[in-house]
């Protein structure tokens, strides 16, 4: 007797799009997360009267046709309430210069890089041919990178002629682009691209993926969009925890996966659990979905990949992820200063790229006449968490009076006005969410790791799949949405079923 159940390890975004989606299709369902609330790094937490984003802090994929759309179109479920971003960011290079504004409309921005960027209209030309072939190609839910036949099958599916054309530029970088179209020399555009992209790839211009890059420059213009959730980005997990638990899947918070290991009858997995009462619990499943970072199975199942060299060989190289430093405070609004718009981006000299995210009047983060602010740098996780106790404790208090001495100088705020300041680094993530070391976001999107050169959904190991943000396509609330639907449909296709979402 075979074992039909689906277990998916953590509740993150991923987590909970894959086990909404299979429950709904009546698969028994148990969703395992080491947290006492699901969401992960698109979750939130309480500081008395605050409400605080505790990474993602923007929404992608909820304008018709989107992904996140499509889902809850699907799942016959109400989208959670959110407003498009006007300007999606607003980018400060620090040089004195007039901030970059990204417009929704698409001819307010493209007047506004004409005049930021000019001459380069080249450029974002072939970005919008790129993008527009590259979005219209993922809407029809290619597997990528494909791995067997019926793999095969859904990627030739999903091509069309012009396909072709885009898979010329599947080996170069955003600043191959740049050279192809002769503004190479615009070290101000180049300034731009790397801020703006590291954000989207934790990379640079001149190593990210030319079809990514092309791609998430233009996230934030109609037909798609930017969003930002009324109530806190925990909104998305509750709709989708809703959702799987209405149609019978069980949530479990408090347990974490402490091993994974293929079972006896080589037909399903075993995994053993700890309980938050320090108790162990052991389930098996013929299919497991691991939405974690994929680097955490070379710890999870030692014996099964010291018989496969050639995936821990793989896993064991994957580029190293970074980290982040992150600022939350609450102040009352009128404190604020030079705040171009809610969500922005500002490079300093001694964090490099720093984004900002300030909350609207009403969003439910704050009570009304105060805001709470949030501000991201990338950090080294290896600067924190090889610092003993001491060390690391000043450290830390060190680096918060830096960062708020840059924002309170961005904002023209007096240190003395804020109602509340602290800071959380790769250590705060790494007990927040269990990513080892707290990294944060998932693989870059380099050439040779985006798309048909990275990491697939489908494991060298029977009913073993992979989905989250160091699976195609990446990062994000979309991107990670995307690869949970993508690992549904080879788990369901594998079992005999097709399994599609509405366009």
Known sequence: MTNERVIVVGGGIAGLTASALLAHQGVEVILLESHSQTGGCAGTYKRGKYVFDVGATQVA???????????????????????????????????????????????????????????????????????????????????????????LKQFVNALKPLNGVSGLFSKLSVADLLVICSCHKDQRLKNFLDLQLQLYSQESSARTAALYGATVLQMAQAPLGLWHLQGSMQK??????????????????????????????????????????????????????????????????????ALQKTYRNRLTGLPKPTGAIVFYGAIARHHIGKAYSNHMQLFVEQFGSLFFSISEEGDGRAPRGEVTVIVSAFTSVSEWNDLDGKIYQRQKAKTLTRIISVINSFLNIASENWLHKELATPRSFAKWTGRPQGIVGGLGQTPAAFGPFGLSSRTPFKGLWLCGDSIYPGEGTAGVTQSALMACRQLMANRGENFTLPQ
């Open 61 to 151: 994929g909820l304008e018709k046709g989107g992904i996140h759309e499509r889902v809850f179109r699907y799942l016959q479920w109400p989208k959670p309430y959110a407003q498009i971003l006007d300007p999606g960011c607003v980018v400060d290079l620090g040089d004195g210069s007039r901030p970059i504004q990204l417009w929704h409309d698409p001819i307010k921005w493209e007047k506004e890089r004409n005049e930021q960027f000019p001459e380069s209209e080249r450029f974002w030309s072939l970005c919008s041919f790129l993008h527009k072939i590259n979005w219209d190609f993922a809407k029809r839910d290619a597997i990528l990178p494909f791995s067997n036949f019926w793999d």
């Open 236 to 305: 998305l997990s509750n709709a989708l925890e809703s959702c799987l638990i209405r149609d019978g899947a069980q949530l479990l918070l408090n347990h974490k996966v402490v091993n994974l290991v293929s079972g006896s009858n080589s037909q399903s997995w075993e995994i053993e659990l700890l309980t938050d009462k320090g108790s162990i619990l052991k389930f098996s499943a013929n299919d497991v979905i691991f939405t974690l970072p994929p680097q955490c199975l070379l710890t999870l199942m030692k014996d099964e990949l």
